[in-house]
T-cell receptor, first 112, second 118 residues
Framework: AQRVTQPEKLLSVFKGAPVELKCNYS??????LFWYVQYSRQRLQLLLR??SRESIKGFTADLNKGETSFHLKKPFAQEEDSAMYYC??????????????FGKGTLLTVNP | GAVVSQHPSWVICKSGTSVKIECRSL??????MFWYRQFPKQSLMLMAT?????????EQGVEKDKFLINHASLTLSTLTVTSAHPEDSSFYIC??????????????FGPGTRLTVT
């Protein structure tokens, strides 16, 4: 079974502070990991995926297979980063078992 | 980028009636679409995978006779909640799968439909 755990429901930081949103997963094969973001009153959208290895809006996430983690980090948080963040996992996206399993989400608030 | 729409965005229906929600991929063709349910302040829960031209695949615990899914074309999937009850009140979100690389896909999400059953 595949499972995604986001231990923090809420995370509050000040503008300019570093932020880390934690995500741990459980999967028997080689997973694809994603971070999705949902800004207030907007639809869910992909922030980044581990295979891309890119930085989006200053956010990065590294897949640590030993710790089964995929934490999302940003060195200097901005107020516009305030949103709900979901970590998600799937099997290989080109395969027949491509189903996204979402964590429960972390609501990030960046205070001025 | 790829856009997915849902209609209606908000619907109220009486207990015992049926309501249909549409999910459309506006600028790409999607052989696979997904239907999720989201309770207040909770995560998205996959209900079923909708495959164009074939039967939907339902997740464990989801009643296929209650949540009818039809994916008749490459741009449209519908979810019909039959004989709705107040406990079916929820936020229903669809997504559509599109190829983004040689061997990779991405899911694009609709804005969601809020169903309230009175």
């Amino acid at each position: 079974a595949q499972r995604v755990t986001q231990p923090e429901k809420l995370l509050s930081v000040f503008k300019g502070a570093p932020v880390e949103l934690k995500c741990n997963y459980s999967y028997s094969g080689s997973p694809e990991l994603f971070w999705y973001v949902q800004y207030s009153r907007q639809r869910l959208q992909l922030l980044l995926r581990h295979i891309s290895r890119e930085s989006i809006k200053g956010f990065t996430a590294d897949l640590n297979k030993g710790e089964t983690s995929f934490h999302l980090k940003k060195p200097f948080a901005q107020e516009e980063d305030s949103a709900m963040y979901y970590c998600a996992l799937s099997g290989h996206s080109g395969g027949s078992n491509y189903k996204l399993t979402f964590g429960k989400g972390t609501l990030l608030t960046v205070n001025p | 980028g790829a856009v997915v729409s849902q209609h209606p965005s908000w619907v109220i229906c009486k207990s015992g009636t049926s309501v249909k929600i549409e999910c459309r991929s506006l600028d790409f063709q999607a052989t696979t679409m997904f239907w999720y349910r989201q309770f207040p302040k909770q995560s998205l829960m996959l209900m079923a995978t909708s495959n164009e031209g074939s039967k939907a695949t339902y997740e464990q615990g989801v009643e296929k006779d209650k949540f009818l899914i039809n994916h008749a074309s490459l741009t449209l999937s519908t979810l019909t909640v039959t004989s709705a009850h107040p406990e079916d009140s929820s936020f229903y979100i669809c997504s559509a799968r599109d190829k983004v690389g040689q061997d990779f896909y991405e899911q694009y999400f609709g804005p969601g439909t809020r169903l309230t059953v009175t």
